[in-house]
């Protein structure tokens, strides 16, 4: 009878470990990967390979820039795609930068996802099409000012989002 009870158990802990999908939204700034970083520490099982981190880029949008510029001369097409080029250079850095990170990580699958749009609608609406168990992101710390002209894009996700949402403030 003993053996039956310990087979159960070991049966139900195996039950208990759930697949986990960690979104982790990455951007240009340090607190991202400081983010990124603590959650790998303390949030991420490395004993199972249940867990997948996502890195998620929000590419900014393009800016509408009227056909003339300043002087009254036409754009090039050489001078869009220079700026579509740079916009896809500066994605790729991050993402590679946050993949690094995660180099040594073992059992745990890394993910990473580049998508376009406001960074507020980008990472609310991938959390919720992946159905994510977690949200990880950083904050910048911008005071009150800076906040009420900017937005808080962690303040956005944590208000937005139906998973759990964890904000990483980096030590200053």
């Known amino acids: 009878m003993p053996n039956q009870a310990l087979c159960l158990g070991t049966i139900m802990s ?4 759930q697949e986990r999908k960690i979104v982790v939204a990455v951007d240009e700034g340090d607190e991202s990967i400081y983010a990124l970083t603590w959650a790998i520490k303390n949030v991420v099982s490395q004993n199972s390979s ?3 981190i996502i890195l998620l880029y929000a590419k900014p949008p ?3 820039y009227s056909t003339l510029d300043g002087t009254g001369n036409l754009f ?3 001078v869009v ?17 946050a993949k690094r990170v995660c180099k040594d ?19 609310c609406d991938t959390v919720e099409k992946i ?20 937005g808080s894009v962690s303040t956005h996700c944590a208000q937005n989002v139906k998973c759990p949402v964890l904000i990483v403030k980096k030590p200053k």
Not at 14 to 17: E, F, P, S, T
Not at 81 to 97: P, R
Not at 111 to 122: F, K, L, P, T
């Open 131 to 150: 159905g994510a168990d977690m949200l990880v992101m950083g904050t910048h710390g911008y005071g009150m000012i800076k906040r009420a002209f900017l």
């Open 81 to 97: 795609m220079s700026m579509e080029k740079y916009s896809k250079e500066v994605a790729d850095c991050v993402i590679e930068k």
């Open 50 to 52: 249940n867990d997948t």
């Open 105 to 123: 990580l073992q059992n745990v699958k890394v993910e990473s996802m580049i998508e376009n749009g406001d960074a507020r609608d980008v990472i």
């Open 14 to 17: 195996d039950m208990d470990v």
């Open 62 to 64: 393009r800016a509408v």
């Open 76 to 78: 090039s097409s050489d």
